[in-house]
C-alpha cells in the first residue's frame, strides 16, 4: 500500500507535497488539520502521515499521538521550520520516525519518504 496522508494547514504547501508524492506514485490524501487527519485514519488506512509541526488546534506532536493511538504501525514524519534538540526529544519519545526541516527540497522529502517506508518494511512481521 503506497496512501500517504498529509497534514498541513497551509494549504500550497500541502497540494505541493501531495503533487509530488504523486508524481512518485504514491496516493496523496490531504487534511488541513489535526482534527481534520484523525477522522481520516478513523476511515482508512495510510503506509505514512507527514504532519506539519506548527498548526492552529492539534499541533503535530499532539496529531502524532493521537494517530499512533489509532494506527499504532504507521510511520510518521513531522516537518517544522523551527526545530530544536527538545521537539526532536518529544517527537521520538512519541514515536515520530523523522522529523524534517523546513524549508526542504523535493529530493530530501522524498529520500525520508522512502527511508521511513523502508525502516517500516524491515521491522514489520512477516505474514506466514
Known sequence: MKDILVVDD??????????VLGREGFVAYGAESGEE?????????????????????????????KGLELAPQMPIIM???MISPNLVRLAKEIGISRVLPKP?????????????????????????
Open 104 to 128: 526542504f527540497l523535493v529530493t530530501e522529502l522524498m529520500e525520508t519518504v522512502r527511508d521511513v517506508m523502508e525502516m517500516q518494511r524491515e521491522w514489520a512481521p512477516s505474514a506466514g
Open 37 to 65: 487527519a484523525l477522522e481520516q485514519i478513523k476511515e482508512r488506512t495510510f503506509s505514512l502521515m507527514i504532519t506539519d509541526y506548527n498548526m492552529p488546534g492539534l499541533n503535530g506532536l499532539e496529531l502524532a499521538r
Open 79 to 81: 516537518d517544522s521550520g
Open 10 to 19: 497551509d494549504r500550497i504547501v500541502l497540494e505541493l507535497v501531495k503533487r
